[in-house]
């Protein structure tokens, strides 16, 4: 018997091929560094130079989709450079099953209420269009990076499904706790906003499962965070916007009863293991 080595691809490649929790969070941390130095070093300057009304639309597109759109060019060069845009946005190794479906529908009829209970005159058609098209960035950008990059690579070391889903979803929770720090929120505001992200992180992990791919949690995450700013910040007197206002402690109770029920494991395709072959 003896042992060869496959050599293909280069070693940034086979670095990331291997997987783990620990380059998960490496990858989470250095994408939080990037965001934030690029909006110090591209996106402050920018503002100062145009000084954008608050809340106007040139203002949301300058202090929240452009950084994003930053991002989601790293976030697609390094999957370029590895390899795995194919494989992020292709076809899922591992179905879900039909209760999985919970936890769609629990994000998403709280997102159509709370496009219902939008007052759009007060809010304006342009600062509504440019709210969406924020949202898109965010999903794209947050799913890409969490349940994309993170839930592969632990797949890539083995993990079980269950602890892919809470893994993923506390990084994603984690890359929520600097606001703490790069905000005004206090730390109770951002520990509930942690709270309420690790538990839309699982539900989040539940919809790639049960779609069988990334773009749908992409979706129903570009449409949440939109929706509940613009109900919060131009509400209706209804009471839809009452049962609207609810939805993320619902949230918070799907992802937390449904978790314990993931099964599964993706077995780890390692082409650069060592195998052992006959002489």
């Not at 380059?23 to 954008?52: D, H, T």
């Not at 304006?124 to 890409?144: K, N, R, S, Y």
């Not at 893994?167 to 905000?183: C, E, Y």
């Not at 939805?247 to 650069?272: A, C, H, S, T």
């Amino acid at each position: 018997m003896t042992e060869t080595t496959t050599t293909s691809g280069s070693a940034w490649k086979r670095f990331w091929e291997r997987g783990g929790w620990w380059k998960a969070l490496l990858l989470v941390v250095v994408y939080y560094g990037l965001y934030q130095g690029m909006s110090f070093l591209i996106v402050s300057p920018l503002y100062a130079a145009v000084s954008p009304e608050e809340g106007s639309p040139a203002f949301i597109l300058l202090t929240t989709a452009l950084p994003i759109a930053l991002a989601i060019v790293v976030l697609v060069v390094f999957a370029l450079s590895v390899g795995w845009l194919k494989e992020l946005f292709g076809p899922q190794p591992i179905r879900g099953s039909w209760w999985m479906w919970i936890a769609v529908a629990g994000v998403l009829v709280f997102n159509v209420l709370h496009l219902l209970t939008i007052d759009y005159g007060k809010a304006g058609f342009e600062v509504v269009a440019t709210w969406l098209l924020t949202g898109l960035f965010i999903g794209f950008a947050e799913e890409t990076l969490t349940r994309g990059f993170a839930v592969n690579l632990l797949r890539k070391a083995g993990y079980r499904e269950f602890v892919v889903a809470l893994l993923s979803s506390l990084l994603f929770a984690v890359l929520h706790a600097g606001n703490l720090f790069t905000t005004d929120q206090g730390p109770l505001a951002t520990g509930f906003q942690v709270l309420y992200t690790f538990f839309f992180g699982i539900c989040m992990y539940l919809t790639l499962r049960v779609t069988g791919n990334l773009i749908w949690p992409i979706l129903l995450h570009a449409s949440t965070d939109p929706t509940i700013f613009l109900s919060a910040e131009y509400p209706t007197e209804s009471t839809l916007a009452t049962i609207g206002a609810q939805g993320n402690v619902v949230v918070i109770l799907v992802g937390l009863i449904l978790v314990w029920f993931v099964r599964g494991r993706v077995k780890p395709k390692d082409e650069f293991a060592v195998e052992p072959k006959l002489a």
